[in-house]
């Protein structure tokens, strides 16, 4: 039985597709193909689980296999929300047999993982390089068993950036076997600043490096070349803007095909919606350089690779709940604890009423279950049924950033309500955005409309059809993170019960109702 259709169609069914490939926020995107089948990862930062693991056997069509990374470690410092914290910028790799992903905690070092399947299970992070400020590590096993670790530098925790270090590795890849060299430094190239998320490879007898200069907004991917690891390296940007509207097109990965053929894959930084991805054709010049997208700019629409082909998908949305699981495209704000969920043999996911001090601050919330903006414009929809009895409980559904907007429902003394409310991002608590109104049964269906720059509607039908709530809230993102839909359910503190909430058929549509 096939999905229901994306709510963005890269592959135009011609033998094309058009960008972005990925119209979501799978930020600081990397990929490795190994066979025939391409496999992704990206940035979590503080959410688990982290490390998400996507599928695809033609670059274009997308889906999501699982995780890599059940926990944050160190996990106590997980325990409450860390939104731009955690996994930055992780390669992933296939050596020896096994899936190695790499990435940088800015506040604790480097980690790996690795696994023999995609679908895991995967080995408990290894920190290889403690330290702050370590970030976007990536390896390289060259042909004589060699091998090497690059990573960039945060100034917000080590008080410099804009270079490139390298160090020898243990093959295993459980240590760095010396203390490490500058082999990029960005302050001796003319106009580059913010170096960053390098990515290594190896191509006929050339150390190569791809890394964005510039910042996200509107920075350029460079590479980089060198006869050795630990350099000099002579360095050309490969993609810029240009006259194209897709602004800072950079950081990505560069993979081949079984037919032979390059390509590279990057983000573009869209404000609420996050970092979406984009595949770029990537050619050669007659001086051994690439030439990515169309003479260096950004293609918006190409002929997709040649090789095996995919039905049109995109990773997925959608959720029933079977037997009280949520799916792949979820995970929490924090590491999450026993007993945020209750489990149960019917339809429909069961969120406890976990007690919180801040319930009037989503942003603080460990137990809000999130997913990705999926799409510039759409239609979600779930219903809701609240079975507590503790006056304060509430539960709804929300988009999550730097600020939030909710609608659901609370357990008051007068009963049980439909509420909207809202923060922005400076205040420290949540503010009605419409007037309460009684929800007798306890159960409502809810709505949230977004449109174009990330506009959403919230509405809610308690038994006499769907009624608009409130003004028109703007999603923002966080500092790296775009916007979030969320699902949660909390109480204030006390010492009965807090009862739960039970939500069932999340379900999203192209477009507005």
């Given at each position: 039985m096939s999905g229901p259709a994306p709510l963005w169609r890269a592959d135009l069914g011609d033998g094309t597709?058009?960008?972005?490939?990925?119209?979501?926020?799978?930020?600081?995107?990397?990929?490795?193909?190994?066979?025939?089948?391409?496999?992704?990862?990206?940035?979590?930062?503080?959410?688990?689980?982290?490390?998400?693991?996507?599928?695809?056997?033609?670059?274009?069509?997308?889906?999501?296999l699982g995780h890599a990374l059940d926990r944050l470690e160190p996990a106590d410092a997980f325990a409450l929300p860390r939104h731009d914290c955690g996994v930055w910028a992780p390669s992933i790799r296939h050596h020896d047999g096994r899936f190695w992903i790499f990435w940088g905690d800015p506040d604790a070092g480097v980690y790996q993982v690795n696994a023999p399947d995609p679908r895991g299970p995967w080995s408990a992070p290894h920190l290889i390089k403690p330290g702050k400020g370590l970030i976007d590590p990536c390896p390289l096993w060259d042909e004589h068993g060699n091998a090497f670790l690059v990573h960039a530098w945060a100034k917000s925790r080590s008080g410099v950036n804009n270079r490139l270090t390298g160090h020898r590795m243990s093959p295993d890849g459980t240590a760095v076997l010396d203390e490490g060299r500058i082999i990029v430094d960005g302050d001796a190239i003319a106009g580059w600043f913010t170096l960053e998320g390098p990515k290594l490879y190896r191509r006929d007898g050339w150390f190569w490096i791809f890394a964005p200069a510039g910042g996200v907004e509107t920075g350029w991917q460079g590479a980089l070349r060198s006869r050795d690891f630990f350099g000099p390296y002579e360095e050309r940007t490969i993609l810029a803007q240009g006259r194209t509207e897709v602004n800072g097109p950079h950081q990505g990965a560069w993979v081949d095909t079984p037919a032979g053929e390059d390509w590279f894959l990057h983000f573009q930084q869209r404000g609420a919606y996050g970092r979406v991805v984009h595949l770029q054709p990537m050619g050669w010049d007659e001086a051994g350089w690439p030439v990515v997208g169309d003479e260096g700019e950004p293609v918006s629409w190409y002929r997709k690779p040649k090789g095996p082909t995919a039905g049109p998908c995109a990773p997925a949305v959608d959720d029933t709940f079977p037997d009280?699981?949520?799916?792949?495209?979820?995970?929490?704000?924090?590491?999450?604890?026993?007993?945020?969920?209750?489990?149960?043999?019917?339809?429909?996911?069961?969120?406890?009423?976990?007690?919180?001090?801040?319930?009037?601050?989503?942003?603080?919330?460990?137990?809000?279950?999130?997913?990705?903006?999926?799409?510039?414009?759409?239609?979600?929809?779930?219903?809701?049924?609240?079975?507590?009895?503790?006056?304060?409980?509430?539960a709804g559904l929300a988009v999550l950033g730097d600020a939030f907007g909710w609608i659901g429902l609370e357990r008051t003394v007068d009963g049980v309500h439909l509420v909207h409310r809202f923060a922005s991002t400076t205040a420290e608590g949540e503010r009605d955005a419409a007037h309460p109104r009684p929800a007798v049964a306890a159960r409502a269906r809810l709505r949230v409309e977004v449109s174009p720059g990330a506009r959403c509607r919230f509405s809610a039908d308690t038994g006499d059809g769907f009624r608009p709530s409130g003004p028109v809230f703007a999603a923002t993102p966080w500092r790296w993170v775009g916007a979030q839909l969320s699902l949660f359910a909390t109480a204030p503190p006390g010492q009965a019960a807090p009862g739960h909430a039970a939500f069932r058929t999340f379900h999203a549509t192209p477009g507005q109702e």
């Amino acid at each position: 039985m096939s999905g229901p259709a994306p709510l963005w169609r890269a592959d135009l069914g011609d033998g094309t597709y058009r960008n972005p490939v990925l119209n979501a926020d799978w930020s600081d995107p990397d990929v490795v193909r190994v066979g025939d089948d391409y496999y992704l990862t990206a940035s979590s930062f503080g959410r688990a689980p982290g490390l998400p693991i996507l599928h695809s056997r033609d670059l274009v069509n997308w889906s999501v296999l699982g995780h890599a990374l059940d926990r944050l470690e160190p996990a106590d410092a997980f325990a409450l929300p860390r939104h731009d914290c955690g996994v930055w910028a992780p390669s992933i790799r296939h050596h020896d047999g096994r899936f190695w992903i790499f990435w940088g905690d800015p506040d604790a070092g480097v980690y790996q993982v690795n696994a023999p399947d995609p679908r895991g299970p995967w080995s408990a992070p290894h920190l290889i390089k403690p330290g702050k400020g370590l970030i976007d590590p990536c390896p390289l096993w060259d042909e004589h068993g060699n091998a090497f670790l690059v990573h960039a530098w945060a100034k917000s925790r080590s008080g410099v950036n804009n270079r490139l270090t390298g160090h020898r590795m243990s093959p295993d890849g459980t240590a760095v076997l010396d203390e490490g060299r500058i082999i990029v430094d960005g302050d001796a190239i003319a106009g580059w600043f913010t170096l960053e998320g390098p990515k290594l490879y190896r191509r006929d007898g050339w150390f190569w490096i791809f890394a964005p200069a510039g910042g996200v907004e509107t920075g350029w991917q460079g590479a980089l070349r060198s006869r050795d690891f630990f350099g000099p390296y002579e360095e050309r940007t490969i993609l810029a803007q240009g006259r194209t509207e897709v602004n800072g097109p950079h950081q990505g990965a560069w993979v081949d095909t079984p037919a032979g053929e390059d390509w590279f894959l990057h983000f573009q930084q869209r404000g609420a919606y996050g970092r979406v991805v984009h595949l770029q054709p990537m050619g050669w010049d007659e001086a051994g350089w690439p030439v990515v997208g169309d003479e260096g700019e950004p293609v918006s629409w190409y002929r997709k690779p040649k090789g095996p082909t995919a039905g049109p998908c995109a990773p997925a949305v959608d959720d029933t709940f079977p037997d009280g699981q949520y799916g792949p495209q979820w995970s929490w704000t924090a590491n999450p604890e026993p007993g945020w969920t209750i489990a149960h043999d019917g339809p429909g996911l069961w969120l406890t009423c976990h007690r919180h001090e801040r319930v009037d601050d989503l942003r603080r919330l460990p137990n809000a279950l999130v997913q990705r903006l999926p799409a510039e414009s759409f239609t979600t929809t779930v219903d809701l049924v609240l079975h507590s009895d503790a006056v304060g409980a509430r539960a709804g559904l929300a988009v999550l950033g730097d600020a939030f907007g909710w609608i659901g429902l609370e357990r008051t003394v007068d009963g049980v309500h439909l509420v909207h409310r809202f923060a922005s991002t400076t205040a420290e608590g949540e503010r009605d955005a419409a007037h309460p109104r009684p929800a007798v049964a306890a159960r409502a269906r809810l709505r949230v409309e977004v449109s174009p720059g990330a506009r959403c509607r919230f509405s809610a039908d308690t038994g006499d059809g769907f009624r608009p709530s409130g003004p028109v809230f703007a999603a923002t993102p966080w500092r790296w993170v775009g916007a979030q839909l969320s699902l949660f359910a909390t109480a204030p503190p006390g010492q009965a019960a807090p009862g739960h909430a039970a939500f069932r058929t999340f379900h999203a549509t192209p477009g507005q109702e």
